[in-house]
């Protein structure tokens, strides 16, 4: 199972522009409101923003995205602090207490998200450059930071380890958790796990012994990262490298939302059946629902399959437009009404 199913491997083009008077840290006894939008942290290089994100109607979280949109209006989510408990869009804020804690507290002062920190010293929020927002003391030591609670996207420098996870979004405009998650197992080897009503391994392929899957089970260190480059490595000896490997883009790699893995979870378990029957007719009453009794169109049904799976293609070039779809359709139709 190819891992452009399991994960999205996105190089960002931009180059940055920021004003001398944005900040990158948090001091004091200072906090960040949900009403201002320009409470607001950019890293030094103004590669990478924080602060509260509209994730609905009145619904807001902390979270941590590139400065630069991908497109208009649409930025790109690396981090949030509370993706499963959005805050109201007037009086919610991110504080830094006295005690070194940093909390996040809704309209009714109710704290949804803390880091749960503890410093006799002075602290400060920092954003820094790789996109790691850090609660740092005035000796300098790490109390906190986002690079240790991943939600579902990894950041060149950062580490997925054993007591992290990568958890899926629900769909593409809700952040909640989702049900896929990407960990590593007891067994030492990076795996993409279904945690709904039926929890089940997604990838690698279950059906596989781990070294028939090229892994290895040996290495306890349980440690993969991405580097800026392009090259993704993990200790259970799964590596890969994107096709644009190089310089000049900002990488991530993040875990698909819930929706897209499903959809690509029927398209794989369709090609699958297909070469168990290589006869077309046999095939798609494989997968064709018992309900229907077999009452349907089998010369139709057949050409909406054949489209359908070449606008699937795992190559997104050999894609058909919308144009072409419509004459391929088109043009089966007429061929079926001259037979």
Request: net charge negative; with cysteine.
């Amino acid at each position: 199972m190819a891992i452009s199913i399991i994960l999205l491997f996105l190089p960002l083009i931009f180059f940055s522009s920021f004003s001398s008077s944005t900040i990158d840290r948090l001091s004091g006894s200072s906090s960040l409101s949900v009403e201002h939008a320009d409470d607001v942290l950019t890293s030094p290089n103004g590669v990478f923003s924080a602060g509260f994100f509209p994730v609905g109607d009145n619904a807001y979280c902390f979270a941590i995205w590139f400065s630069e949109p991908y497109s208009e209006g649409n930025r790109t989510i690396v981090w949030m602090a509370n993706r499963d408990q959005p805050v109201n869009g007037r009086k919610s804020e991110l504080s830094l207490r006295k005690s070194g804690n940093a909390i996040i507290t809704d309209a009714g002062r109710l704290t949804v998200w803390s880091t749960d920190t503890v410093s006799e010293s002075p602290v400060f929020l920092y954003l820094h450059e790789n996109g790691n927002l850090i609660l740092q003391n005035s000796e300098g030591g790490v109390l906190w930071q986002s690079f240790d609670s991943p939600t579902d996207t990894l950041l060149p420098q950062q580490l997925l380890t054993k007591d992290m996870q990568l958890v899926s979004s629900r769909s593409q405009g809700n952040y909640s958790s989702g049900f896929y998650k990407l960990y590593f197992d007891d067994d030492n080897v990076l795996r993409l796990l279904y945690g709904g009503p039926e929890i089940s391994v997604y990838w690698p392929d279950p059906e596989l012994m781990s070294w028939e899957a090229s892994r290895s089970t040996y290495n306890s260190s349980r440690i993969a990262f991405l580097d800026s480059l392009g090259y993704f490595s993990s200790s259970d000896n799964f590596t890969f490298m994107s096709a644009d490997y190089g310089e000049r883009v900002q990488r991530l790699l993040k875990l698909d939302f819930d929706e897209e893995i499903e959809n690509r979870r029927l398209v794989t378990w369709v090609r699958e059946k297909m070469k168990e029957a290589p006869e077309m007719s046999s095939w798609i009453e494989m997968i064709i629902d018992p309900k229907l009794e077999g009452k349907y169109d089998k010369g139709r049904m057949e050409i909406l399959l054949e489209v359908a799976l070449k606008c699937l293609a795992e190559d997104r070039d050999a894609r058909p437009t919308m144009s072409q779809v419509v004459e391929m359709i088109l043009h089966q139709e007429n061929d079926s009404e001259l037979v």
